[in-house]
């Protein structure tokens, strides 16, 4: 049964036609788009599947050359790994859709094929650190992910190649320093599975070994999901890429790394190493939620509309961190649906920033002035989008910091419910702001009564490809929420660890 | 405490290359001492994990001479821990294709900027967005 | 008390929404059509309400439940007697509101029309949903939802200061509610496992299961804090400088849905959510008393000094809003009967007063206090039902106002706090001082020689009214507040069965 294959299926796919688009790329350049379209298509397609198979049948088990753990590679796919394929194969052919237009303007048309293969190995490689269940696996592909990450963000304009070197430096730290953590594993162990690994280390727990491995992987992952202070890599990077890269990235890579995270912490490790023996989960939670302040005001200082989304996403890191690190089961829930939430959220605000910088060029906030006339259905999105993110209901931005509050007032702690509101709070200033201007603008002489605008500001909305992605997201955003209960009781209520 | 620090030599020199190559990438301003840095980063690492691999007792490569048409059952104790090789293999090959990258993106940058000094490189930026 | 499954309440919200979508999809193409949809979704939204009425007078209740989101969270509707009160007030309301805005933007040749008369409709949707929800969580997804949707409202005129206004309203309400009302249902929840309104109170139980007095004070205060709308001072601030907008925004949306809004949201945070035994207990009502009462006192007294009309209006609503959340903090059956019939006496009341302050705009262009002398005569109409609209809020039989306020006095007295009753009389007193001024001087002055109109002197004998569309709705709010007082047993029976939910045949 092709179903039994779709785990394979989901890696397998779209790396044999990246490689394809390449070499098609080089006669003829207009199938490159379909061919990557087609691709994403059947990894969205096996997604489903996946997930379907996991809610009626459990943990999938998926051996790779049919070789027996630990001596093959295994791929593990649960309810949590399960949804996070769903959504970064949504989100990568989103946006897949969308780059069509966006990266003919963008990038130089001699370019385009490599563009769509790099884009395709980008989002294999992080459906397959998202499937995979070998600690090793994970480097190889978060490496695959991270070099197609640098030179899709190199493509894009002024001050991109700097920002991506950067970022090359700084990711391969992160990744580095996850490599050392799996290799203190492997001496403690002599196994790189990640079920392995939960069952050989409890008794280590009590080693260095271990703990300097705990410690690598943590920081090598906090380095790759932009957690503060390990963030700088991320403003610029994803400031300056081309607008179709910088909404998948922005809406899926920091979320796979916050999933690893997850796994690391409750998989490869057991849940009480990291909440009883070590600090870990209290420290974690007191940078979050540093995390979530510092993102929100460093937003609120921007002018160019990019650069804020990026410290947004800095603090949607934070929330997801703090929703783990309370350990309570309304905590953890509330963190996984935000980030399912904050994928949608995140891309529908870029994916908007890009429609309008390909019509207009616009990109500070003083340039967005009066974009409803312009674009009335895009300003919409925006505007759903960022009431999302400041978290009013009936979006599901709100649903996902209802758990995550009530996670953090069962856990006693005052302190990061605050901050969390009061972060809300602050991202209702930084959104108003741009919302004002976009649908506000104040007239320059003072409004005359019964004046009709003498200037009839043409509607020149963003192309259809454009279009029906960002609402497709918006309905996303709009609907989700209020399923949230069906979301948790057939998926997210099976990925709490056990003990919480 | 000596034959302690003797005996982890392997660590030591690693953490040594990784210092060296922390300092690289972080303190210098040119973007090719960055990437040198970057890489003797990556290959401390990946001299780390070879050592790991070896075994006290003049342990030797994992080849059993002259064994072919006889089956012998093979003494692991004798033999090198292969696994840890095959696995930096891979490591390696990640290891150049960053390098490549970032050697792309440096070509990049000097083509634009005419310099790879970060600092300069920023003023430009600077005088770009003025 | 018997509870029924209907959709009405549901479909009471949903009319407008699919109002709201078809005058966006109508646009500017045929301002008629769409005219008639805001016209044909008031009506209807007012029948659907008007049928669920003989179930509550039976004592019934009317449940519907749209989604269960997760246990103790649900976004549901319950339709009782309370809140059936206000839904009548805000539909009946915005039927007449409707004409007068069309009359109003009409005259003025307003821009951006479309957009104006969709968020009504969606502001509109959403009061309902407040009036109608069955727990505090649907009662916040709604509350923010109104103000989200009255902001484009407030900055309509998109001038500087028509934008700053907005701001500021915003930063009240929207913070004021994610700060502090968020808060208290996350800590309402976190107590009590529930969000449900519950006639005996929610948390009334949780003194005797061990909660201490002291988080159930900071709920209560997180509470009152949090809904803003209610302009309770010092948080008040927002609805001066919301009168920006034009003024059947400010007559409809802060005279009756957005301000009802706060003051019902408090009315049954008050009831049904901390009970009134627990509040006795805790001693809470009687803070509250006197906190409503200082802003009775002083949004007067500062009323007083407003030379702009709108500007006088807003202040008189603070105070007046003051009276409700007075009534309900005394705890006591009359008080309560008050305070519920005030929120429709009071919104009769307003509107005319706004009405009539747009209606003077859109005919003469004046909008202060002092260049109304004489306009009476010019305005007859107008500054008769302005007459009758201020009788009501001072509270003079045979006007409607008078009934909650004998009430509310009432009330005092059974909780014998006898300052309560000279707090009741001073506003009297500041409100007549502040109204009939204006009253006097429109009928009784001569017009001021009038730089801006080219009239001649002795044409202050001819009639100026404004246009008929607005005038026609303004009179019939006067009207209205007089029947009220003729014929309030609909409405007292009504109280009585909220009250009986309450209290339990005290």
């Given at each position: 049964m092709i179903s039994d294959q779709f785990p394979a299926l989901i890696i397998v796919f779209p790396l044999i036609i990246a490689f394809w688009i390449n070499i098609v790329g080089w006669w003829w350049k207009r199938p490159c788009f379909y061919m990557s379209i087609l691709a994403l298509s059947v990894s969205f397609i096996s997604a489903i599947g996946i997930l379907n198979t996991v809610i009626t049948s459990g943990t999938i088990h998926y051996r790779l050359g049919g070789w027996e753990p630990p001596w093959g590679i295994e791929y593990v796919v649960d309810h949590l790994n399960a949804l996070i394929l769903v959504i970064v194969s949504f989100v990568g052919l989103v946006v897949g859709i969308y780059s069509k237009k966006s990266i003919e303007k963008e990038i130089s048309e001699a370019k385009i094929p490599q563009f769509y293969t790099i884009y395709t190995f980008l989002v294999m490689g992080l459906l397959g650190m998202t499937v995979t269940g070998d600690a090793f696996n994970l480097y190889v592909l978060l490496e695959i992910a991270s070099l197609a990450s640098y030179a899709l963000i190199a493509m894009g304009e002024d001050g991109a190649p700097l920002a991506s070197f950067n970022y090359v430096i700084m990711g391969t730290i992160g990744a580095c320093f996850y490599l050392l953590g799996v290799g203190y594993l492997y001496i403690a162990t002599g196994s790189l599975n990640m079920a392995d690994f939960s069952q050989l280390l409890p008794n280590l727990y009590h080693s260095k070994t271990v703990l300097v491995a705990f410690a690598f992987l943590m920081v090598g992952v906090a380095i790759k999901m932009a957690f503060f202070p390990l963030h700088g890599w991320l403003p610029d990077a994803y400031t300056h890429a081309p607008s179709a890269v910088s909404a998948f990235v922005a809406a899926t890579m920091t979320k796979v790394g916050a999933y690893v995270m997850i796994r690391v912490m409750f998989t490869i490790f057991k849940p009480y190493f990291s909440t009883e023996m070590l600090p870990a989960t209290t420290i974690l939670g007191w940078i979050a939620a540093a995390a979530m302040i510092y993102g929100t005001v460093l937003a609120i200082a921007q002018k160019d509309i990019k650069r804020m989304l990026c410290y947004i996403i800095i603090a949607e890191v934070g929330y997801i961190v703090m929703g783990v690190s309370v350990g309570n089961r309304m905590g953890f829930?509330?963190?996984?649906?935000?980030?399912v939430y904050d994928a949608f959220m995140m891309a529908c605000l870029f994916l908007v920033v890009g429609a309008v910088y390909y019509k207009t060029g616009a990109r500070t906030i003083v340039e967005y002035k009066a974009l409803f006339k312009k674009m009335p259905l895009t300003s919409v999105s925006f505007a759903i989008g960022a009431l999302s993110v400041i978290g009013i209901p009936p979006t599901c931005g709100f649903f996902s910091k209802w758990y995550l509050v009530l996670g953090a007032i069962n856990a006693q702690q005052w302190l990061f419910a605050a901050a969390l509101l009061v972060s809300s709070l602050l991202s209702a200033v930084v959104f108003f702001r741009v919302l004002q201007n976009i649908f506000f603008a104040p007239s320059e002489s003072a409004h005359k009564q019964g004046s009709e605008p003498h200037v009839e500001v043409m509607r020149d909305e963003a192309p259809v490809s454009m279009l029906i992605p960002i609402l497709i997201t918006v309905t996303g955003i709009l609907l989700l929420g209020v399923f949230s209960g069906q979301i948790i009781s057939t998926i997210i209520q099976f990925t709490v660890p056990e003990g919480f | 405490m000596i034959e302690y620090i003797i005996a982890k030599y392997n660590y030591w020199g690693y953490i040594l290359l990784m210092m060296i190559g922390f300092y690289a990438m972080i303190g210098k301003k040119n973007l090719v001492k960055k990437l040198l840095g970057m890489?003797?980063?990556?290959?401390a690492i990946i001299l780390f994990y070879v050592s790991i691999a070896s075994k006290?007792?003049?342990?030797?490569?994992?080849?059993v001479m002259g064994a072919h048409g006889h089956y012998e059952p093979a003494q692991a104790i004798q033999f090198l821990n292969p696994l840890p090789h095959c696995l930096m293999l891979t490591a390696i090959v990640v290891g150049v294709s960053t390098t490549g990258v970032a050697l792309a993106l440096i070509i990049m940058i000097h083509r634009r900027y005419k310099t790879v000094e970060e600092d300069e490189i920023l003023e430009s930026l600077e005088a770009f967005k003025k | 008390m018997e509870i029924i499954y209907s959709s009405r309440p549901a479909l009471a919200i949903l009319v407008s929404l699919i109002g709201a979508f078809l005058i966006l999809l109508t646009g500017e193409r045929s301002r008629n059509l769409r005219e008639f949809w805001t016209i044909l979704a008031s009506v209807v939204k007012f029948s659907i309400v008007l049928s669920m009425v003989p179930f509550i007078l039976d004592g019934k209740i009317l449940e519907y439940t749209v989604f269960n989101i997760s246990p103790g969270l649900s976004i549901q509707f319950k339709v009782d007697a309370l809140g059936i009160i206000f839904g009548l007030t805000a539909s009946f309301l915005w039927i007449i509101t409707s004409f007068y805005s069309i009359g109003y933007v009409r005259s003025l040749k307003e821009h951006a029309q479309t957009r104006y008369f969709v968020c009504f409709a969606i502001a509109l949707s959403a009061t309902m949903g407040v009036a109608f929800s069955a727990n505090?969580?649907?009662?916040?997804?709604?509350?923010?939802?109104?103000?989200?949707?009255?902001y484009p409202l407030v900055a309509h005129k998109e001038t500087p200061e028509a934008i700053r206004g907005a701001r500021k309203y915003l930063t009240y309400l929207l913070g004021t509610s994610i700060a502090f009302q968020l808060l208290a249902v996350f800590l309402t929840y976190y107590v009590s496992g529930s969000l449900d309104f519950k006639y005996e109170g929610l948390l009334s139980g949780a003194l005797g299961s061990g909660v201490s007095e002291t988080l159930l004070t900071v709920i209560f205060i997180l509470y009152m804090a949090g809904i803003a709308k209610a302009a309770m001072m010092p948080l008040h601030s927002w609805l001066p400088a919301a009168m920006v907008a034009p003024t059947p925004v400010s007559a409809l949306l802060h005279a009756v849905a957005v301000v009802k809004t706060g003051v019902f949201v408090v009315v049954k945070v008050v009831l049904h959510i901390f009970g009134i035994n627990l509040l006795t207990q805790l001693g809470l009502g009687t803070a509250l008393a006197y906190f409503?009462?200082?802003?009775?006192?002083v949004a007067?007294?500062?009323?007083?000094t407003q030379d702009n009309l709108k500007l006088r209006l807003a202040y008189s609503t603070v105070s007046q809003l003051s009276y409700v959340i007075l009534g309900v903090a005394l705890l006591t059956p009359s008080a309560i009967t008050g305070s519920i019939?005030?929120?429709t006496l009071h919104a009769f009341g307003k509107i005319t007063l706004f009405f009539t302050a747009g209606a003077i705009y859109v005919a003469t262009h004046k909008t202060k206090v002092s260049e109304l002398d004489g306009i009476g005569r010019q305005m007859p109409f107008t500054m008769g039902a302005f007459t009758l609209g201020a009788l009501s809020m001072i509270g003079i039989p045979p006007l409607g106002g008078f009934i909650s306020k004998w009430y509310l006095t009432l009330?005092?007295?059974?909780?014998?706090?006898?300052?309560?009753?000279?707090?009741?009389?001073?506003?009297t007193i500041l409100n007549a001082c502040y109204f009939m001024p204006i009253v006097y001087a429109a009928f009784f002055k001569e017009p001021l020689p009038d730089p801006h109109h080219h009239q001649h002197s002795n044409s202050h004998k001819k009639l100026h009214e404004a246009p008929a569309l607005m005038v026609v709705p303004l009179v019939l709010t006067a009207i209205g507040a007089l029947i009220l007082f003729f014929a309030p047993t609909f409405f007292l029976d009504m109280t009585r069965i909220a009250l009986k939910s309450v209290i339990g045949g005290n």
């Open positions: 829930t509330g963190a996984v649906l935000h980030i | 890489n003797v980063f990556q290959w006290k007792g003049g342990a030797t490569i994992p080849i | 505090m969580f649907t009662t916040f997804l709604f509350y923010e939802i109104i103000t989200v949707c009255t409503a009462s200082f802003t009775i006192i007067s007294v500062i009323a007083l019939m005030h929120i009330g005092a007295i059974e909780a014998n706090q006898f300052p309560i009753i000279i707090v009741l009389a001073a506003s």
